[in-house]
Each structure stands twice: as C-alpha cells, then as structure tokens.
C-alpha cells in the first residue's frame, strides 16, 4: 500500500478515504491509535490513508479534486494565510 493523502486530523482521512471508496478504491487510515498518544495536543503527519499500488494513480487525481476544492473553499472564507502550506500527497 502506498499513502496517497496526509491529513489533517483522523476525521479528515475518514472523509478522504470515504471519498476513495465512493469511486471503488480500497483505502485504508492509519494512525488512528498515535492520536490517542498525542491527547489534545495538535500533531502533524500521523493520519494517512493509504491505497493499494494498483489504484494509486487514480486516487490521487480524486485527492487532488479534493484538495483543490478546499483549497477554493478556504481562499474564499480568507482563512488560508495564516495557515503553512501543508504538502498532502506523499
């Protein structure tokens, strides 16, 4: 399996992933047990989602339709500044 997304926070793999899946790719999130060892405490990097090889190329056109829609949406609201690029595809 390859990571195709890094999110944010476990529910915005959970949505990625859900995604994937409504367009007939296996995916799988990982991280779901460091969140718990990090508590409340903001944390980088530990959510993936993770495609089989074979479906990768294609997950991430659909990764990159999602990102690009958020990106819209966040540039719209004026909330991105303030925030670092974050890199999502691995």
Known sequence: MKIVYRANDIIEAHIVAGMLRANDIDSHVGGHYL???VGDLAMD????VLVNEDDYEAAVNIVRDYDNSVATQSDEADTVADEPYKPWLA
Do not use: E, I, R, T
């Open 35 to 37: 969140q718990g060892a």
């Open 45 to 48: 990097g530990f959510a993936n």
